[in-house]
């Protein structure tokens, strides 16, 4: 069987038009995925923070929320030029940065909507002098002591380039070896466009190791039909520890991998051990029927149905909504 050359050419055409079509239908898929909103910005949320510095020989606090990170030793502390505290750091070329706590949050903004040229600022804060001889903060669970190695104008804001002299962190931010552990830390988040706090989140995994064990997956907000729930059990004596595995597998599993479950925190009572409290909070009824479906949970009710001696499920009402408790994981 022969094809005339028309019949070659026909077919190819045919073949390009439907390429093109594809092609182009792949663009139009793009183009209505993600939509272009001008150059906007968006890398935020940044830590908060103020800068304490020495202004007149007194000092002053200032809000900044532009702060960056270059290299792996140097710090990017971006201030409009019109500020007051500015003028001290380029005399002093020394400042500190504090981190802001949920606590310090109300004297945070304050100090951030009132300029230290009409209003002496020093006294908002306790706060002593570091050994660097820059104004410290107390209520801050970190503080960065640093000097000024260079200052980048830009049209309306001063670049300070600054190296870290001296860190200072409270207790409570510490791991047992002294390393920095930011789910304890919880610096408050400042968010430019719209001028909102935000509060960090939990860990969801460890950078460059997540296929051994994922984190947290993302949680599902709490629906109208969310479910608060206080599991009371007993547990034989002879089973408490083969128990308490169950438990544990359980728990960890459905965080990790459940989006509807959002608070899984298992206690045992001091005076009896064998008595285990479990708070249990669901985003939806659906979200709590999936989890009493899954393999994970059948496992542990049906490898615990012999070790129970008394359970007691009693539903609760959440006296104050805005009050959320999350789980973390390593």
Not at 39 to 68: E, F, R, S
Not at 252 to 267: F, K
């Amino acid at each position: 069987m022969t094809i005339s050359v028309r019949c070659l050419k026909f077919i190819f055409a045919i073949v390009m038009f439907l390429l093109t079509l594809q092609v182009s239908a792949k663009q139009n898929y793009s183009e209505m995925e993600k939509k272009n909103i001008g150059n906007i910005l968006a890398l935020y949320p940044k830590p908060m923070t103020i800068v304490g510095a020495y202004v007149d020989g007194k000092v002053n606090w200032l809000v900044v929320g532009h702060t960056g990170i270059i290299g792996h030793d140097c710090i990017l502390v971006s201030m409009s030029d019109k500020h007051y505290t500015n003028q001290g750091i380029k005399k002093t070329k020394k400042l500190s940065i504090n981190l802001v706590s949920r606590e310090m949050l109300p004297k945070a903004d304050y100090v951030g909507s009132v300029s230290g040229h009409d209003v002496d600022k020093s006294e908002v804060f306790d706060y002593h002098v570091g050994e660097n001889g820059t104004p410290i903060i107390d209520a801050s669970p970190l503080t960065m002591e640093c000097d000024v190695v260079d200052i980048q104008e830009a049209e309306g804001f001063d670049n300070f380039i600054c190296t870290v002299a001296n860190t200072y962190a409270s207790p409570e931010v510490l791991t047992q070896d002294d390393k920095l552990d930011y789910t304890r830390l919880k610096p408050v988040l400042f968010e430019f466009p719209t001028y909102s706090y935000l509060a960090t989140g939990e860990v969801i995994g460890k950078c460059l190791n997540l296929n051994p064990e994922t984190g947290m997956c993302y949680k599902q907000p709490m629906a109208s039909d969310g479910i608060v729930r206080l599991s009371k059990i007993e547990v034989y004596p002879q089973f408490l520890e083969e128990y308490l595995e169950y438990a544990r597998e359980v728990g960890e599993i459905s965080l990790r991998t459940e989006p509807g479950v959002l608070t899984m925190y298992a206690v045992q009572e001091k005076e009896n051990p064998c008595r285990i409290t479990i708070l249990e909070t669901y985003a939806s009824k659906e979200a709590y029927e999936k989890h009493i479906a899954s393999a994970h949970f059948q496992r542990y009710k049906q490898g615990t149905l012999h070790m129970v001696k008394d359970l007691v499920l009693s539903d609760q009402n959440v006296v104050n909504p805005a009050n959320t408790l999350n789980n973390y994981i390593e």
